[in-house]
C-alpha cells in the first residue's frame, strides 16, 4: 500500500467539498476517480499532495503521514498534471522538464538534459524540446507536462483531468501517453471523464458524489452494472444512454 | 542679498505683459506688492498673517500714494518676473539693489534698509573669526544670492559651498556639523538665530555691505519717483523708525539715516519730483517685446555645466533604481507575506513612504536623521532618500507583477517539490520581470525627474545647474529649453531600451504573437 487516506474532508468556508474519504491506494494500481463536476475530485487529489490543507483526517505516503512541514518533501515522490497544464510559459519545453531535477534534486545540467529528452522522447515530443509552450498545441503541452512531472520519477502520478480542457481530436493523443504510463507499472490516480479510458486502464474506478465515495470497484461493475442509481444516473449522462 | 534667480515662473508669467503705470494704480484704487514670504524679519507669515519690515514699510508707502496694498507671496524666483508681467506693481523682498540688475529692465528705489554678508558659525568655534577663515572650510550659503557671490569672492572652492535653497536649511547644516560656517545677510541670520539656534554665533561684523531697495518694472518710472518721495517721507515722520526699532530690535540711529540719506544715489535715476506726468520717452517706449530668440552663444558655456550636472542626476537615479529594485522586492514581498510581523512591516513602509512627499523624506533624512547620530554627505543623504521612496514604488509594481502571475504556476512548482523559495526564483519572479519592465521603465524616468529634489540638500544635479546658469545668463529660456533637452536625452534612450527589451522578449512571454497578431496589453 503506497498511498492511504483516512476519513479526509475538507471544506472551502462553510461549502464541505470532502466528507470522509477513504481510500487505500496499492503500489502499480491506476485508480479512476469518476464523478460530475463539484463532487469533489479535484479537491481530493490537491488534498493528496497538499496544495490544499485538509480541514481533517490523514493522507500517508509509503506509511509516512504528510504534514505542513514534510509535503515539500513527498511531493517530489508524487508527480501530477493539472487540467490546464501550467507549463512555465518563459522556459523551453526541455527546460520545463530539466527544472525540477536541476534547481530540487541537483542533478547535473547534463544529465538532466538527457534524461529530459528521454522523457520526451517518451512522450512523443523529442523534436519540440525547443520549443516553448505557446508554440505547442493543447495536447503537446499536457503531454510536456506529464513529462516534467515524470521528471522527478515519482512512484505515484496525480491526474487532474488531463483532458477536459482539451480540443477533442487531442485527447487521444494524452490518453495514449497516459495508458503507455500505466503499462509501465506507474500507480496512478486519474480524475477523469473519459470513461472509455477508466474501463480500459484503470484497475478501479471510483464513484465520487457530493464528496463521498458512493460506489467503487474493477471498471466492469462499476461502468457496467452499477449498484447505485446515482452512478447509473450519471453514467447515462456522460455516455448519452 | 538674493539676486535676480529667473525661474520657470518668470518664463510662463513673461507672457502676457500687463499695465501697472501710476495711474492705472490709482484708477485700482490698489498696489500690489510681490514678495516671498519666508524671509524674516523683512517678511515671513505669522499665524497666517504676513508680517515684517517690508510690510510695514510697504503699507506706509501705500498710504502715502493714497492706495490700498495687496501683498502676493511667491517663490523667490518667481518675484521679479511678476512685475515685468504685470502681475505686480512692485517687488519688496529684501532685494539688493545691483547695476546688473538695473541693465536687466529693473528700477529700484533709493535705498531703504542696509544690510550686509555675516558669517555665522558653531558657538565657540574659533577657527572661524573672518572671511580669509572660510577659504578652506566648507561654506553653506542661499544659492544665487550675492551671500553666494561674496564666498565666491573670497575664493572658497565650489565643491567647498553648499547651496541651499533657503538661508534656513544652510544654518540647519551649520548646525549639524556639516558646514563650518553659513554666510548671509545679517538681519536674515539674525533674525532666524533669535528664534532658537543656541549652538550657532555670528563671526564677526559685516563684511560686504548691501543696499536694499525697492523694485519695479522699468516703464514705471513715476511709481518709482513717487515711491522716492513717499520713502522720504516716512523716514523723517517716524513710521520708518517706528518699524525700524520693531523688526530689528535696535532703535534706529541718525547714523543709520545719515547712511541711507548718503547712499541714494546706488537706486535708479529717476526724475525727483513728477506727479502724473508722462514718462520719459527714451524710457517708456522701450516696452520690451517678448520676441524670443533661442541665444546659440549660452550653448557653449552652458553645456559643459550641464553636462556635469546631467552626470550627477545620472549616478543619483542610477545608484537609486540599483538600490531600489531589490529592496522594492523585497518590501513587496514582506507586503504578500503571510508571517504578519513581516506584512505589517511591508506594509506600513510602503504606505507611509507613498503617503509622504518626496521633498519632506528627503529633509527628514538630511537634516533629521543628524539629530539621532546618523550623519550623511549630500550625496549618500540623497541616494538613500530616492532610493528609499523608489523601494516603495517599485515594491508595489513587484506586487502587482507577482499576482497577476496564474496561480497554477506556482501549484505547479509546489507540486513539482519547489519551495517558496525555488518557486519564486525560478518560475514566478522571471515571468514578473517580464511584466514590470514597462512600469518600472516608468518608475526609473520618474525618478530621473524628481531627482531634481536633491537639490536642496546642495546637490547640484541638472536643475539646480540650469537654474544657476538662468539666472546669470539673460535667456533664462534659452538655458531651460537647453536642460528640457538633457534631460530628453537621459530618458528617451531609456525608453527605447525597454522597448527592444520588451519585443525581444516578446516570443517568450507571448509566443503566438511573433506569428502576426498583436500583442495585447497584459
Known amino acids: 500500500m503506497i498511498l492511504q487516506i483516512k476519513d479526509l474532508t475538507k471544506s472551502f468556508g462553510r461549502v464541505e467539498v470532502l466528507r470522509g474519504i477513504s481510500l487505500d491506494v496499492d503500489e502499480g494500481e491506476v485508480v479512476a476517480l469518476i464523478g460530475a463536476s463539484g463532487s469533489g475530485k479535484s479537491t481530493l487529489l490537491r488534498c493528496v499532495n497538499r496544495l490544499e490543507t485538509p480541514t481533517s483526517g490523514q493522507v500517508f505516503f509509503s506509511g509516512q503521514e504528510i504534514t505542513s512541514s514534510n509535503c515539500t518533501e513527498v511531493r517530489k515522490d508524487i508527480g501530477m498534471v493539472f487540467q490546464r497544464c501550467n507549463l512555465f510559459p518563459h522556459l523551453s519545453a526541455l527546460a520545463n522538464v530539466t527544472l525540477a531535477p536541476r534547481k530540487v534534486l541537483h542533478v547535473p545540467d547534463d544529465q538532466a538534459e538527457r534524461e529530459g529528452r528521454e522523457l520526451l522522447d517518451q512522450v512523443k515530443l523529442g523534436l519540440k524540446a525547443d520549443s516553448f509552450p505557446g508554440e505547442l498545441s493543447g495536447g503537446q503541452q499536457q503531454r510536456v507536462a506529464i513529462a516534467r512531472a515524470m521528471a522527478l520519477k515519482p512512484k505515484v502520478m496525480l491526474f487532474d483531468e488531463p483532458t477536459s480542457a482539451l480540443d477533442p481530436e487531442l485527447v487521444g493523443e494524452v490518453l495514449e501517453v497516459m495508458r503507455d504510463l500505466a503499462k509501465t507499472g506507474m500507480t496512478m490516480i486519474v480524475a477523469t471523464h473519459e470513461m472509455g479510458f477508466a474501463r480500459e486502464v484503470a484497475h478501479r474506478v471510483l464513484f465520487l458524489d457530493q464528496g463521498k465515495i458512493l460506489e467503487q470497484g474493477p471498471p466492469d461493475q462499476v461502468l457496467a452494472n452499477p449498484k447505485e442509481e446515482r452512478t447509473r444516473e450519471f453514467l447515462a449522462r456522460v455516455l448519452g444512454r | 542679498m538674493r539676486i535676480f534667480a529667473a525661474g520657470l515662473l518668470l518664463l510662463l508669467s513673461g507672457l502676457g505683459f500687463g499695465q501697472s503705470s501710476l495711474e492705472a494704480i490709482r484708477r485700482r484704487g490698489e498696489l500690489i506688492i510681490c514678495t516671498d514670504a519666508t524671509y524674516p524679519p523683512f517678511e515671513y507669515m505669522d499665524a497666517q498673517k504676513m508680517v515684517g519690515f517690508d510690510v510695514d514699510i510697504g503699507n506706509a508707502i501705500g498710504a502715502e500714494l493714497g492706495v490700498k496694498t495687496r501683498w502676493i507671496s511667491l517663490e523667490w524666483a518667481g518675484v521679479l ?113 533669535n528664534k532658537g539656534y543656541p549652538e550657532i554665533e555670528l563671526a564677526g561684523p559685516v563684511f560686504v555691505e548691501e543696499n536694499l531697495g525697492i523694485v519695479a518694472w522699468k516703464t514705471n518710472v513715476n511709481l518709482v519717483s513717487q515711491i522716492n518721495m513717499a520713502l522720504a517721507t516716512i523716514m523723517v515722520d517716524g513710521r520708518y523708525a517706528a518699524a525700524y526699532k520693531k523688526w530689528f530690535g535696535e532703535p534706529l540711529t541718525p547714523g543709520i539715516i545719515g547712511k541711507l540719506e548718503a547712499a541714494k544715489g546706488a537706486g535708479s535715476k529717476v526724475p525727483e519730483f513728477v506727479d502724473n506726468a508722462p514718462a520719459p520717452t527714451d524710457l517708456g517706449k522701450r516696452v520690451s517685446g517678448s520676441a524670443f530668440t533661442f541665444r546659440w552663444d549660452l550653448i557653449g558655456t552652458a553645456a559643459p555645466l550641464l553636462l556635469l550636472g546631467a552626470r550627477l542626476t545620472l549616478a543619483l537615479t542610477a545608484l537609486s533604481i540599483l538600490i531600489g529594485i531589490p529592496s522594492g522586492l523585497m518590501f513587496a514581498l514582506m507586503r504578500m507575506s503571510s508571517i504578519p510581523p513581516l506584512k505589517w512591516i511591508g506594509t506600513v513602509y510602503i504606505e507611509v513612504v507613498r503617503g509622504t512627499p518626496l521633498l519632506m523624506q528627503i529633509y527628514v533624512i538630511y537634516f533629521v536623521l543628524p539629530a539621532i547620530g546618523i550623519e550623511l554627505p549630500s550625496f549618500a543623504a540623497g541616494v538613500l532618500a530616492l532610493s528609499l521612496n523608489a523601494a516603495a514604488y517599485i515594491a508595489e509594481i513587484f506586487r502587482a507583477g507577482i499576482e497577476s502571475i496564474d496561480s497554477g504556476q506556482m501549484e505547479a512548482a509546489k507540486s513539482l517539490g519547489m519551495d517558496y523559495r525555488a518557486a519564486m526564483s525560478y518560475v514566478i519572479l522571471p515571468q514578473t520581470v517580464r511584466r514590470v519592465l514597462p512600469p518600472l521603465t516608468n518608475e526609473a524616468v520618474a525618478l530621473l525627474k524628481d531627482s531634481s529634489l536633491v537639490s536642496v540638500v546642495a546637490l547640484s544635479e541638472l536643475m539646480r545647474v540650469g537654474k544657476e546658469i538662468a539666472t546669470n545668463s539673460g535667456s533664462p529660456t534659452t538655458v531651460y529649453l537647453t536642460v528640457a533637452v538633457f534631460y530628453l536625452a537621459m530618458t528617451l534612450p531609456l525608453t527605447w531600451l525597454v522597448r527592444r527589451l520588451e519585443n525581444r522578449w516578446q516570443p517568450i512571454s507571448r509566443p503566438r504573437d511573433r506569428k502576426g497578431r498583436k500583442a495585447v496589453a497584459a
Do not use: W
Open chain 2, 81 to 193: 518676473g511678476s512685475l515685468e508681467s504685470g502681475k505686480a506693481d512692485i517687488a519688496m523682498a529684501g532685494v539688493t539693489i545691483t547695476e546688473e540688475r538695473k541693465t536687466k529692465g529693473y528700477l529700484f528705489s533709493r535705498p531703504y534698509c542696509l544690510s550686509g554678508q555675516v558669517i555665522a558659525r558653531r558657538a565657540g568655534d574659533l577657527r572661524i573669526q573672518k572671511p580669509q577663515d572660510l577659504k578652506d572650510k566648507r561654506v553653506s550659503v542661499q544659492a544665487e544670492t550675492t551671500g553666494q557671490f561674496a564666498v565666491d569672492r573670497i575664493g572658497v572652492p565650489k565643491d567647498h559651498q553648499l547651496r541651499f535653497d533657503q538661508i534656513q536649511d544652510g544654518l540647519m547644516d551649520l548646525r549639524n556639523k556639516k558646514s563650518d560656517a553659513t554666510v548671509g545677510d545679517l538681519p536674515v541670520i539674525k533674525a532666524i538665530l
